[in-house]
């Protein structure tokens, strides 16, 4: 079950195809599950955290995928900034996304 449904990702200014969406809001929504022990689908979202925090992973994820890992580049002097888009970089920024809107939930809390 995916966390946030193509019209609110629209609402919300997003730029990829409703099909892309499909696959990368069901990968968001599985990431959210693996990171909350499986209790954000009991929370009732009533101010659509978990919706923009679906969203928002769903644009990570996917330009986490097509990037070339260049970050900048420029002509003179020619210089060239490669960014880090191993998956222990991809899994920290996740994190600080789901820190940003569902960190006050509670959802993220693993004691007792």
Do not use: P, W
Not at 17 to 23: E, G, N, P, W
Not at 26 to 53: E, G, Q, V
Not at 82 to 101: G, N, P
Request: glycine share 6%; proline share 0%; charged share 30%.
């Amino acid at each position: 079950m995916a966390y946030a449904d193509y019209s609110f990702y629209q609402d919300r200014g997003g730029q990829m195809s409703a099909s892309d969406f499909l696959i990368y809001s069901k990968k968001a929504s599985d990431y959210i599950d693996y990171l909350t022990s499986d209790t954000a689908a009991a929370y009732i979202d009533t101010n659509d955290k978990l919706k923009k925090c679906c969203c928002e992973i769903c644009d990570e994820i996917k330009k986490n995928e097509n990037r070339d890992n260049v970050a900048s580049e420029s002509i003179g002097s020619y210089s060239v900034s490669f960014s880090d888009t191993s998956d222990e970089a991809l899994r920290k920024r996740l994190a600080k996304i789901c820190v940003i809107y569902i960190g006050s939930t509670g959802l993220m809390y693993r004691g007792l």
